[in-house]
């Protein structure tokens, strides 16, 4: 039995979401509904989630702070976001984390929209086409021009610094709150952007490029 957490203001997209939700896990979930901070805050707190959809724009809570209220109420949420901005600031901060499995667009179609809910039930990242073509795009840009550290989101950089320490996944995953396989992804997805193989070549890149000396501080 899935338990799933739909948190909008909205009701009618917290209808259309359970209707999608209904089509994808059958009965084999028990669904809780809220429209607002205040109710999910007391939701994340007292039950473990399988699944959160959230509205990233809900009233009285900014956006990052609302992900960061419920990573830190959950262990290893899979969190879809949902946004009624084509083009959201959030974008890019989002899918840096890998507890957010998926951010899609109110505007998305159905299909995508139950096809990121069955991703990320699993544990697995779906991102829209159109969206994907964005990340792309901001990749290669970043890659051309600028520091190829850049391309790493906040968390990725803490946990480049705690691998440059020389810190295991284990150590990573206790020092950040996290679990082992989440601070495993977290470097996979770090090798992966910077082009490296293993942390003898991560220690020669950040030399290179100046890591530490960008005001990263090892301590």
């Known amino acids: 039995m899935y338990n799933i957490l739909i948190a909008d203001e909205l009701y009618t997209i917290r209808v259309g979401v359970r209707t999608i939700v209904n089509e994808v896990l059958g009965d ?3 669904l809780v509904s809220v429209s607002d901070y205040d109710t999910l805050k007391q939701a994340v707190h007292s039950n473990r989630f399988d699944l959160i959809v959230i509205d990233l724009h809900m009233q009285g809570i900014n956006g990052m702070s609302l992900i960061k209220t419920i990573i830190d109420h959950q262990e290893d949420p899979k ?3 949902m946004t009624k901005l084509d083009n959201d600031c959030f974008f890019e901060t989002c899918m840096g984390l890998c507890e957010v499995k998926a951010f899609i667009s ?3 179609s159905e299909s995508e929209v139950r096809t990121a809910f069955e991703n990320a039930i699993l544990g697995r990242r779906f991102v829209p086409e159109l969206q994907q073509q964005r990340l792309d795009q901001l990749y290669v840009y970043r890659r051309d021009f600028s ?3 850049d391309v790493l989101s906040a968390r990725e950089q803490k946990v480049t610094q705690l691998l440059l320490k020389g810190l295991g996944i284990l150590e990573i995953g206790n020092e950040l709150d996290i679990s082992s396989s989440t601070a495993s992804t977290y470097k996979s997805r770090i090798f992966k952007k910077l082009n490296v193989s293993n942390v003898i070549e991560l ?3 950040a030399d290179q ?3 530490i000396a960008n005001g990263l501080e090892l301590n």
Do not use: L
Request: hydrophobic share 35%; charged share 10%; no cysteine.
């Open 203 to 205: 220690n020669k890149h």
């Open 106 to 108: 109110k505007h998305t």
């Open 147 to 149: 520091n190829p550290f």
């Open 79 to 81: 969190i879809v976001v």
């Open 209 to 211: 490029f100046g890591f």
């Open 28 to 30: 084999q979930h028990h």
